[in-house]
C-alpha cells in the first residue's frame, strides 16, 4: 500500500489511540476511515473529522484486513536456540505510527541486551526513547517493544525503559532510514 491511501468502513466498533497524544478514541460501525500506513502490527488511519489514530492488530480486523501473525513471530519457531538478533528483527516490526519508520531504524533502541536466567531462558533489557519528551504515543511504543521481544523464542521476560538521556536527534537515523525518508 506504500504511496496511496483507501478508504474503508468500520464493520465494527473498535477503540483506536488518538497521534500523538495517546488518548483513546472509540470508532463506531460504519465509520469510513483512509488507511495511511499499514507496517508491522498496527495500522494508522485518518478518522472522517481529520483524526490521526492507530489501530492495533487485532481491531485492524474492523477494517476487514486479515489478521496475520506478526513476522517476527513466524520468524522463529519451538526448538530454536535464543539468538538477539531474533530480537532486533522483532523490534523492526514495530512502527512509528506518524513516520513510516521502525523504531529500531529510527534510531529509538538505545539499548537492547539478554540477561540469561537460571532456567535457561532471557531477559530482554530495552531502553528505548521517542523523537520529543512529550510524545503521548511513548507507553504505546513501550507496550509494542515489549509484545514483540516476547514473542521470540528463548525470551520468557521483558523489561522496556524509556529514557531520554541522551536526547533523540536526526543523527540516530538509519542510512536505510533516511534513504526511505529521502534525507541521504
Given at each position: 500500500m506504500p504511496g496511496s491511501y483507501s478508504t474503508v468502513e468500520l464493520d465494527r466498533d473498535c477503540v483506536a489511540i488518538?497521534?500523538?497524544g495517546g488518548q483513546p478514541i472509540e470508532l463506531?460501525?460504519?465509520e469510513r476511515v483512509i488507511v495511511t500506513q499499514t507496517l508491522g502490527d498496527s495500522v494508522t488511519v485518518?478518522?472522517?473529522v481529520g483524526y490521526l489514530v492507530r489501530l492495533n492488530a487485532a481491531d485492524s480486523t474492523a477494517m476487514g484486513l486479515a489478521d496475520a501473525p506478526s513476522p517476527a513471530a513466524a520468524a522463529t519457531g519451538a526448538g530454536e536456540l535464543f539468538d538477539l538478533d531474533e530480537v532486533?528483527?522483532?523490534l523492526k516490526?514495530?512502527?512509528?505510527?506518524?513516520i513510516p519508520i521502525n523504531v529500531v531504524d529510527l534510531g529509538l533502541i538505545y539499548r537492547c541486551e539478554a540477561v540469561p536466567l537460571p532456567d535457561g531462558a532471557n531477559r530482554i533489557e530495552i531502553d528505548m526513547s521517542m523523537t520529543a519528551p512529550g510524545c503521548g504515543m511513548g507507553d504505546i511504543l513501550k507496550a509494542d517493544a515489549d509484545t514483540a521481544a516476547r514473542a521470540v523464542v528463548?525470551?520468557?521476560d521483558v523489561r522496556v525503559e524509556?529514557?531520554?538521556d541522551p536526547p533523540?536527534?536526526?543523527e540516530r537515523i538509519s542510512d536505510a532510514a533516511r534513504l526511505q525518508l529521502g534525507m541521504l
Open positions: 488518538v497521534i500523538p463506531r460501525r460504519g485518518q478518522t472522517e532486533i528483527a522483532a516490526n514495530v512502527f512509528d505510527p506518524e528463548g525470551v520468557s524509556l529514557v531520554w533523540w536527534g536526526l
